[in-house]
């Protein structure tokens, strides 16, 4: 086909699409509108929660960065544990979500957020635990030594879980004065229903390195046990940037970039809708507001000060006069 006329052949084919109930092909149409809707197309899961600012979801990447790098640091020097720590990824889940993230054979550790007596779930798989406390005990084997944990077992796993837990103190002094605390190891039951299964999550899968051995290290921050030191760290910061002279000025350079509405408002009331439907002309509506000749200088939806009404050359203007916190 060549500028849209059909050959002889073409038109034989179409004749013969028609008479076995067929459509005719247009592969080149529909590729053709493919392209087009994939270049607005974009995919979104609204399974996922977005309670995590993305500065927030940034901040805790970067603050479990750091933790990574301050726990092997602590195990290797006081444990002579030679573990590598690496974050892989950061995502946003429900609880349920999230805990499908956790391995079968991982060790669920339950860690207390103090001061604010809340909860999130450190899961580390078990072969790394126990090549760990073999180190602990002076082992030079590179292969985790697979056994059932005896007592003495579960109080070196403890142990090797606290400096964990220690390293997640320190790393999160810079975002709140909080402590986190090892409570105790659950199993998988237990540990799935610590939340609610729709709770926004934060999840952090990390893996660590130990020998021969590499296992995934996953934490989940449910919103609810993370929102106060978040809240906290937002408070101390705006604090700062009020005090500081410097940053002030510069964020109120910034604002003042911004375009805003501004308008002169005279009265307002507040109608029923059936009200509005039956006006007429000539019906009076009654205003309250400002004094006659006077309006308030409304910005988007924020009355910010009281004004004379009045002209400036041949356009209407309005003179400042008193700021709204002293306006009786």
Request: aromatic fraction near 4%.
């Amino acid at each position: 086909m060549s500028d849209g006329i059909l050959d002889a052949s073409q038109i034989d084919a179409l004749l013969e699409q028609a008479a076995n109930g067929e459509l005719p092909d247009q592969p080149a149409v529909e590729e053709k509108e493919q392209k087009g809707r994939n270049r607005w197309l974009r995919v979104v899961d609204f399974s996922r929660p977005t309670k995590f600012g993305p500065e927030e979801e940034n901040r805790m990447r970067r603050l479990h960065e750091a933790f990574c790098r301050m726990a092997g640091t602590r195990l290797a020097g006081q444990h002579r544990i030679p573990m590598e720590l690496e974050l892989i990824d950061t995502s946003q889940r429900t609880w349920r979500d999230a805990y499908k993230l956790v391995s079968r054979d991982a060790a669920c550790a339950v860690v207390e957020i103090k001061p604010y007596g809340t909860t999130c779930l450190l899961a580390v798989e078990m072969p790394l635990l126990l090549l760990a406390i073999d180190k602990l005990l002076g082992s030079d084997d590179e292969e985790p030594n697979e056994r059932k944990l005896t007592g003495i077992d579960m109080a070196l796993v403890k142990r090797v879980l606290g400096e964990f837990t220690s390293a997640m103190s320190l790393t999160w002094q810079d975002l709140a004065e909080v402590e986190f605390e090892l409570t105790g190891i659950e199993n998988e039951a237990d540990a799935e229903q610590m939340v609610s299964a729709s709770e926004p999550t934060l999840a952090i899968a990390m893996e660590a390195r130990l020998g021969s051995v590499s296992s995934a290290v996953v934490l989940l921050l449910p919103h609810v046990s993370v929102q106060p030191a978040l809240a906290e760290y937002a408070a101390r910061t705006a604090a700062d940037m009020h005090a500081d002279p410097v940053v002030k000025d510069m964020l109120h350079r910034r604002i003042g970039e911004a375009t805003v509405s501004v308008r002169a408002e005279l009265g307002a009331t507040t109608m029923g809708l059936h009200e509005v439907l039956a006006l007429q002309p000539g019906d009076s509506i009654r205003l309250t507001g400002p004094a006659p000749g006077e309006a308030d200088l409304v910005v988007d939806d924020i009355t910010v000060c009281r004004t004379r009404a009045g002209r400036h050359g041949s356009k209407r203007a309005v003179q400042i006069e008193t700021p709204m916190e002293d306006v009786a």
